[in-house]
Nanobody, 119 residues
Framework: QVQLVESGGGLVQAGGSLRLSCSAS????????LGWYRQAPGKQRELVAT???????NYGDSVKGRFTISRDNTKNTVYLQRNSLKPEDAAVYYC?????????????WGQGTQLTVSS
C-alpha cells in the first residue's frame, strides 16, 4: 500500500554535500515515521535518522551531529542532508516508513540509493 522512492545518490567528492530525498505514496496514515538507514559493504544496516509525523527526530549513535533529517508532510517527503562528506559515508541508503493502523504496525522500504564518495 506504500511505495517509497529515493533520489539524490551518486558520486560525490569528499568534502561535498549530501542531499537525499524520499517520496512516499499510497495509503499513508497519520501516525507514521519516515527515516533513513544505510548499509556499507560487509557491514550491517544501521540507523541514520528518523522523523515522526509530529516532527520528533531520532539519530543513530554513530551519526549524531553529522546529519540532519527533515520532512514535508504536505508532500510525504523526507530529506537527509550533510555537508563535509567523508569516504566512510559511502553506502546504500534506504528510505523507510513505519505507520500504525488498525492496531498494527506496518513497515515499508525503498529500493535504496547508492552514495559513492571519492577522495
Amino acid at each position: 500500500q506504500v511505495q517509497l522512492v529515493e533520489s539524490g545518490g551518486g558520486l560525490v567528492q569528499a568534502g561535498g554535500s549530501l542531499r537525499l530525498s524520499c517520496s512516499a505514496s499510497g495509503s499513508i496514515f497519520n501516525i507514521n515515521a519516515l527515516g533513513w538507514y544505510r548499509q556499507a559493504p560487509g557491514k550491517q544496516r544501521e540507523l541514520v535518522a528518523t522523523i515522526t509525523s509530529g516532527g520528533s527526530t531520532n539519530y543513530g549513535d554513530s551519526v549524531k551531529g553529522r546529519f540532519t533529517i527533515s520532512r514535508d508532510n504536505t508532500k510525504n517527503t523526507v530529506y537527509l542532508q550533510r555537508n563535509s562528506l567523508k569516504p566512510e559515508d559511502a553506502a546504500v541508503y534506504y528510505c523507510h516508513e513505519r505507520q500504525y493502523s488498525d492496531y498494527h504496525w506496518y513497515d515499508y522500504w525503498g529500493q535504496g540509493t547508492q552514495l559513492t564518495v571519492s577522495s
